[in-house]
């Protein structure tokens, strides 16, 4: 075929790739085809979907999904890792929320630990685990101990962070929470600290 021919005939349509040329979603994390149920990647997905899950209301099947994706994390990444400890701090939320705090305390205490090592205490990251601390002392009714992390979270966050970000507005409500009693709070404002709580994952 001359070129006069090719251009009478005009361009040829893209072909559908092989297999139907659909696009199709993983029914689930671990199904996608270039990144195995270890990756990291995936266990990303898999935490994400564990966040949504816990945002609609299914705390009990987030939990255990947290659970799951943490073991990996601590095989995969170690239990330092930047990510493992993000997971720690999402599944000890839920575990608040479900009214078990004391199963949250020592993920929380690890979380804050590692990150204070790692990165300091005036990093953002390192003031989410002291905020997210003090609330679990504060479900538990440990008042003081509560308010000496509270404290802490405001003096460090303010140095990295100014006084106006609003991670520091979300400690300062959480102490306010506190000093106030749980009990005078009306209108529907929580009875306990998990309001309080934080996830944002800040960068290293």
């Known amino acids: 075929m001359d070129r006069r021919e090719l251009r009478r005939r005009g ?98 205490a690890n979380v804050l630990d590692r990150r204070t090592t790692v990165l300091g205490e005036e990093h953002p990251d390192s003031v989410q685990a002291l905020n997210n601390l003090a609330v679990c002392h504060t479900d538990l009714g440990e008042t003081q101990r509560a308010a000496d992390l509270f404290g802490r979270a405001v003096a460090s966050g303010r140095v990295r962070m100014g006084p106006h970000h609003p991670d520091i507005a979300v400690v300062l409500a959480g102490l306010k929470l506190l000093t106030r009693g749980r009990e005078v709070w009306r209108g529907g404002a929580p009875r306990d600290g998990t309001g309080y709580l934080t996830r944002a994952n800040h960068r290293y």
């Open 11 to 108: 361009p040829r349509p893209a072909r559908a790739p092989r297999g139907g040329g659909e696009d199709v979603l993983p029914d689930s994390p671990d199904a996608s085809p270039r990144a195995g149920p270890r990756h990291p990647e995936t266990l990303q997905s898999a935490t994400n979907l564990a966040t949504a899950r816990s945002a609609l209301g299914d705390t009990e099947t987030a939990i255990a999904e947290h659970i799951r994706v943490l073991g990996l994390y601590d095989e995969v990444l170690g239990a330092d890792h930047p990510t493992a400890l993000q997971c720690a701090n999402d599944l000890a939320i839920d575990l608040l929320r479900s009214g078990r705090a004391e199963e949250a305390l020592p993920l929380l």
